[in-house]
């Protein structure tokens, strides 16, 4: 009898020892937070990665293999995930200097936490800047002629989120590295960054900005003190 009941007893035990820890609200709550079941199969593959297999940042191969959809709608999900504030990248440095990156789930709990003690779910932007915010994701894709990556859309979301800049000042940003033909998310940054650092707020500051050097003959280019931090301004307004 004992018998019987031992290869039983060790199937439940090794299935006890192989759970993992899901909070119910997000079962009871992700429809009212707007999450798809994909969205969240998807989460929760992501999570399983990291506390059982020791994976901090499994990749969208790896993903797609445990789902039964295409590797295009695993990256959909990932860009949803990170520009609605569920999914978050963030950076590690080992103790080696080697630096590496992870997806962190702290922002779903945050949300989650926010609609179970308010009953309600918290409203992240203003109405009308959703779409705004829609519209931009929309013209990067267009520029750069394919999807963002989740990391891309983790730094479009911080530009705003964390960095403050406004939609009209990325969109100025993003078609300077244009006429630049400089097309990356690190040449764009560099161009926040040169804005923010003599307070340009506006698209309309930005080009008296680049007008300043463009009246002296002079353009923000790379020298032996500006190669990493030089730029080539262009009157994007007056462009057709």
């Known amino acids: 009898m004992d018998r019987k009941r031992t290869p039983h007893a060790a199937l439940v035990q090794m299935l006890q020892e192989g759970s993992i820890s899901l909070p119910v609200v997000l079962f009871t709550q992700y429809k009212r937070l707007g999450l798809s079941e994909g969205e969240v199969m998807l989460l929760i593959h992501i999570m399983l990665y990291q506390e059982k297999e020791g994976k901090s940042f499994p990749t969208v191969s790896e993903l797609e293999e445990r789902m039964s959809v295409s ?25 080696n200097g080697i630096r590496s990156e992870r997806y962190s789930t ?29 519209r931009l994701f929309q013209t990067f894709e267009q520029e750069f002629g394919r999807p963002l990556s989740p990391m891309e859309c983790e730094t479009l979301s911080h530009w705003i ?4 800049y406004s939609a009209e ?20 940054d560099r161009i926040l960054l040169e804005w923010q650092r003599n307070c ?20 923000y280019q790379s ?12 009157n994007w307004v007056n462009q057709n």
């Open 71 to 95: 590797a295009d709608q695993v990256v959909r999900w990932l860009q949803s995930l990170v520009r609605g504030g569920f999914l978050s990248i963030d950076e590690e440095v080992t103790e």
């Open 106 to 134: 702290t922002p779903l709990l945050q949300q989650l936490a926010a609609a179970y003690l308010e009953g309600e779910v918290p409203d992240m932007t203003e109405e009308g800047e959703e779409d705004s915010y829609g």
């Open 161 to 164: 989120d964390q960095d403050g």
């Open 169 to 188: 000042l990325i969109l100025a940003a993003l078609r300077e590295a244009v006429f630049s033909n400089k097309l990356n998310f690190r040449y764009i």
């Open 200 to 219: 340009i707020r506006t698209p309309e500051e930005a080009v008296e900005y680049a007008k300043k050097f463009h009246q002296k003959g002079v353009l």
């Open 223 to 234: 020298t032996p003190h500006q190669k990493k931090d030089g730029f080539s301004f262009y």
